[in-house]
């Protein structure tokens, strides 16, 4: 595998249900990231990390929970989701800021497109 | 802080047309620029960026871009599109010490 990965690529799920989505980079990159997607809006940064350590939380709702083991994988455990939590979930990773790289190109997975019912 | 404005949220065009997708941006400092571009159902793949030297830029799949910094802008083109061009397109900036900000994305719709 190449790049960065996402699983599952489509997930449907009810508010009550339990799930994750899981995202692996292939990169050496020290940073990942987890943005949302929905329809007719701008892409939201949802969370950073940096060399396994949450840097960013941009008021993501507490039925998000994101992990991060180590640099190369990211997931993002759902809980008790909104219908209006459906969106295209994007995973990036970048070589961070200060830490070998001076600009933040960010390499994207495919995406895991949720539905909530 | 940076930001980034596309100026069109949809282009439709007609295959073999030439297109420009424009974007402007915001920032006290020096940038670096790029353009994402995401096929329907996948994520966003980079089509080019600017880091410094050549203004104009060349990318994948026949795509240029030109940074002009006098007009804070850095537009994409491409001389002749065809239907598989059809995707949405972001603009996005950084700079030394800062996350990459997005713009709100261009439909660019190519019609036969």
């Known amino acids: 595998e190449t790049g960065v990965t996402q699983t599952p690529r489509h997930l449907v799920m009810g508010m009550t249900n339990k799930k994750s989505l899981k995202c692996e980079q292939h990169l050496g990159h020290n940073a990942m990231y987890w943005y949302k997607q929905s329809a007719k809006k701008p892409l939201e940064l949802m969370f950073v990390?940096?060399?396994?350590?949450?840097?960013e939380n941009n008021s993501v709702p507490s039925r998000f929970s994101p992990e991060c083991p180590n640099s190369s994988h990211l997931f993002l455990h759902l809980h008790t989701l909104q219908p209006e939590d459906s969106a295209l979930y994007l995973c990036?990773?970048?070589?961070?800021?200060?830490?070998?790289?001076?600009?933040?190109?960010?390499?994207f997975g495919p995406g895991t497109r949720l539905t909530v019912l | 802080a940076q930001s980034v404005t596309q100026l069109d949220s949809q282009v439709p065009v007609f295959e073999e047309a030439p297109v420009e997708l424009r974007c402007n941006y915001s920032?006290?400092?020096?940038?670096?620029l790029f353009w994402y571009v995401q096929y329907p159902n996948q994520g966003l793949q980079l089509l080019l960026k600017y880091l410094s030297g050549s203004t104009l830029v060349k990318g994948i799949n026949g795509f240029e871009a030109e940074f002009n910094k006098s007009q804070t802008s850095f537009h994409l083109r491409k001389p002749s599109v065809h239907i598989s061009d059809t995707a949405e397109y972001f603009c996005?900036?950084?700079?030394?010490?800062?996350?990459?900000?997005f713009g709100e994305g261009t439909q660019l719709t190519v019609n036969p």
């Open positions: 996005a900036v950084t700079a030394s010490g800062s996350r990459l900000t």
């Open positions: 990036a990773s970048s070589q961070d800021l200060n830490r070998g790289s001076s600009y933040n190109e960010q390499f």
């Open positions: 920032s006290s400092v020096s940038v670096y």
């Open positions: 990390y940096s060399l396994e350590e949450r840097v």
